[in-house]
T-cell receptor
């Protein structure tokens, strides 16, 4: 059963605008959340993370927001750039201690 | 520094054949993970090792799948016999974890480029 859900398989955004990628989780034991970015024919690479004791973490153009009561997190990219076009995976850990549970991913396309 | 190295990058085989996927983790990392990516299920954890010891293999689909980590710098994932439904991209990842009772663990994994398996 999928404990981390990304309900939007794809998203298209114009360059310069904001991209918002969403993620929901079901396991209240998760205490650390990560976003990974994946280009075709490459492995996922770490992008940004947030601990459950925070509700926001920012790194340059990337901000992750966590709403624990709603079991929801989102990744904001602003401004979006064509190079941001990739598949973004949401991941969570805490239940089994160290293994990451991944969502199915959202494919982001940033058009010029 | 070299990242996680996986081989082969691509494998095409016929149903019933044995497949062996290989992984060299980042030096100094003491945790190693095998994930499988499919369109239907996304990234699924198959098994993970800590200090070369298998910790959780509950994600291994069935007895046809086996994984070993004979030393800190090498791991294999074997499928015998392979079936068409095993076709997927298999990722190996490693992590510099401090151990099961350690703190300061950010949970970040470092992935290899994956092995794309096609079983005909």
């Amino acid at each position: 059963d999928q404990q981390v859900k990304q309900n939007s398989p794809s998203l298209s955004v114009q360059e310069g605008r904001i991209s918002i990628l969403n993620c929901d989780y079901t396991n209240s034991m998760f205490d650390y959340f990560l976003w990974y970015k994946k280009y075709p024919a490459e492995g996922p690479t770490f992008l940004i993370s947030i601990s459950s004791i925070k509700d926001k973490n920012e790194d340059g153009r990337f901000t992750v927001f966590l709403n624990k009561s709603a079991k929801h997190l989102s990744l904001h990219i602003v401004p979006s750039q064509p190079g941001d076009s990739a598949v973004y995976f949401c991941a969570a850990s805490g239940d089994s201690g160290y293994a990451l549970n991944f969502g199915k991913g959202t494919s982001l396309l940033v058009t010029p | 520094d070299a990242g996680v190295i996986q081989s082969p990058r691509h494998e095409v085989t016929e149903m019933g054949q044995e497949v062996t996927l290989r992984c060299k983790p980042i030096s100094g990392h003491n945790s190693l993970f095998w994930y499988r990516q499919t369109m239907m299920r996304g990234l699924e954890l198959l098994i993970y090792f800590n200090n070369n010891v298998p910790i959780d293999d509950s994600g291994m689909p069935e007895d046809r799948f086996s994984a070993k980590m004979p030393n800190a710098s090498f791991s294999t994932l074997k499928i015998q016999p392979s079936e068409p439904r095993d076709s997927a991209v298999y990722f190996c990842a490693s992590s510099p974890r401090l151990g099961l009772a350690g703190g300061g663990d950010t949970g970040e994994l470092f992935f290899g480029e994956g092995s794309r398996l096609t079983v005909l």
